[in-house]
């Protein structure tokens, strides 16, 4: 025999391997797992293996690892697997590690649809296994495309509907929005507490019969035991909480439990195999000592720790909200530069219209002057040309008289002197008429430089203006102010035909048996006043009804399959997990021990 034993234990984030000695119990090897893991909350757990006849078999604590049917590999394969559930995952779970670790697991169960999801609750748990690995939804971080290699929904649900992988992460990345601000430990609570409402978490099923040979279901839960039909695992038909039952025991196939009720006959079932009535018995007794516990006074561990993870969660809590403090802090800067930023673009730009206006007006100026100069020069001319014409007409009148004296002086024929003279005085009026014509241009135009004159003078005031208004704009912008379930169907049937019968018939008339302790315990029936979490979280509910509403329209109503038509029937009726808990456990103990028998 080798001095030490190589083993590999997988966990749900991680993969260890170390060795140990042959002689080595179960539960030295894991506590050993533990302590490298830093678990402690170490009652849920234990170490599960495929045994050397093909059974997934719990590690026994008491005896010694290599006693037990493992496989004799070069290198021992276990998985550190929760073995109980807690009735409420915020109260109980204290460590992040227990808490994650469950996480994980519970996810898995319901990817892997070995607990039953509704479409509605899957997309919203997958907006929180979103939150838990990524954390809070940046659109500048989480890029189109970041979900693409991620299994986000259980397979039935993506069949079911008539939705594209990007349509799904479309919707799930909406929701991932949602849970802003919220710690990846966190989103893996809020992701537990909506999947302890789902009616297959945490139950562990088995296949049994009456004594009526009926083929029923038994589940083992944290709560008690419950007894469903064949073909329905959503809603069991009878229960019975832990604090009624005062033993459990079976011989080979025959298992009895005998109530407190001493009014009450014993509660009889047969399971198929002596191995499956030997798990059922160490479930019971792992189940109801801790529905105990919890009913009574904490430890002054769990105390402890309790206390511990309060001190962190608040360190943590106040280092998040100093955070919190501190990105509102700088986004208050971010804002209160980019107004700045604003501001001064506005500055600049009213700057850039005063200069716009400035040239404008210059230009216009200039336009002024050059039209006046152009109406001075014109003015010259007119002024030349009169004097010109006015010269004309002097020297029309000195040859008038000129020809009036040679019409004295000489003798000429009267008609041609006074052709001469008619031509004369023709021509004198056409030189009066264009002089006259001249005259009243060159008022016309005397005005016209005269308003030009008023025009240059109005644009010379509105130009000082102008710089005036200019040169009075500040020149810079103020400064800133700073500021699970192993929900295992256990139908073991294929491999049963395997085992040796000799390992039965040694062990057939043997009897096991377990005595449960009742008392000292605070409020038996506690769980039957819980409400969902839907119930609870009004925000919650509606974002539920939301994707059911949404999902509804893209469903393909031919691919419901049976659990599918028993969950939409449960929610018709308004029945839940808690309130099918308190109808089955109505009447005393005989009146459901008969119900059972009659199934």
Request: aromatic share 8%.
């Amino acid at each position: 025999m080798p001095k030490t034993v190589n083993v590999r234990v997988t966990t749900m984030d991680a993969e260890l391997e170390f060795s140990f000695h042959p002689n080595t119990t179960g539960k030295q090897l894991f506590d050993q797992v533990a302590r490298t893991i830093g678990l402690r909350e170490i009652w849920y757990f234990g170490l599960q293996f495929i045994d050397a006849k093909g059974f997934l078999t719990w590690l026994n604590s008491e005896k010694k690892v290599m006693a037990q049917e493992v496989k004799k590999e070069t290198t021992l394969q276990f998985k550190l697997r929760a073995k109980f559930y807690p009735e409420d995952v915020a109260e109980e779970l204290i460590q992040d590690v227990t808490r994650r670790l469950f996480f994980l697991q519970v996810k898995e169960d319901i990817l892997g649809e070995d607990i039953y999801c509704p479409p509605e609750s899957a997309v919203l748990l997958a907006s929180y296994a979103v939150q838990a690995k990524y954390g809070e939804y940046s659109k500048s971080v989480h890029q189109p495309g970041y979900l693409s290699s991620e299994r986000l929904l259980p397979k039935r649900v993506l069949e079911q509907h008539k939705l594209s992988k990007d349509q799904w992460e479309e919707r799930i990345q909406v929701w991932h929005g949602e849970h802003r601000s919220m710690l990846k430990e966190e989103a893996m609570i809020e992701y537990l507490k909506i999947a302890q409402d789902l009616e297959m978490y945490g139950v562990n099923y088995f296949e049994i019969k009456n004594k009526k040979n009926t083929d029923l279901w038994l589940g083992v839960d944290a709560l008690g035991l419950n007894i469903y039909e064949k073909e329905d695992r959503l809603s069991p038909k009878i229960g019975f909480p832990w604090s009624e039952i005062r033993n459990i025991s079976f011989n080979d196939k025959k298992f009895i439990i005998k109530p407190i009720d001493k009014k009450a006959p014993d509660f009889i079932f047969y399971a198929p195999r002596l191995r499956v009535n030997k798990r059922i018995l160490q479930l019971c007794m792992g189940n109801h000592e801790l529905y105990m516990r919890r009913r009574k006074t904490d430890t002054i561990e769990v105390q402890q720790m309790k206390a511990q993870a309060k001190e962190e969660r608040l360190q943590k809590k106040m280092e998040r909200d100093q955070l919190e403090s501190e990105k509102k802090k700088r986004e208050a800067m971010e804002r209160e530069k980019e107004q700045m930023e604003r501001e001064k673009q506005d500055l600049m730009m009213k700057l850039y219209q005063f200069e716009e206006t400035t040239k404008r007006a210059e230009k216009e100026l200039q336009e002024q002057l050059d039209r006046a100069m152009r109406l001075e020069e014109e003015r010259r001319r007119v002024e030349q040309e009169a004097a010109r014409l006015e010269a004309e007409r002097m020297e029309a009148i000195i040859a008038k008289e000129e020809l009036a004296r040679q019409a004295e002086d000489q003798i000429k024929s009267q008609e041609q002197l006074a052709a001469e003279l008619a031509e004369y005085s023709a021509k004198i009026s056409v030189l009066e008429e264009a002089k006259r014509v001249k005259e009243e241009e060159a008022e016309t135009w005397h005005s016209k430089a005269k308003e030009v004159e008023e025009n240059l003078i109005k644009t010379k005031e509105e130009l000082h203006i102008v710089m005036s208004s200019t040169n009075s704009t500040p020149a810079a912008a103020p400064a800133s102010s700073s500021s699970s379930s192993s929900s295992s169907s256990d139908s073991e049937s294929e491999h049963e035909q395997s085992e040796e019968h000799s390992e039965e018939h040694s062990e057939e008339h043997s009897t096991y048996s377990a005595e449960l302790q009742t008392q000292d315990i605070n409020d038996h029936h506690q769980e039957e006043e819980r409400l969902t979490e839907a119930e609870k979280n009004q925000r919650l509910q509606k974002q539920l009804m939301a994707l059911s509403s949404e999902l509804e329209d893209a469903r393909d109503q031919n691919k419901k399959t049976a659990n599918d038509l028993l969950h939409a029937e449960n929610v018709r009726v308004g029945r839940d997990k808690y309130k099918t808990l308190r109808q089955i456990r109505m009447g005393n103990t005989k009146q459901r021990i008969d119900e059972f028998e009659a199934l």
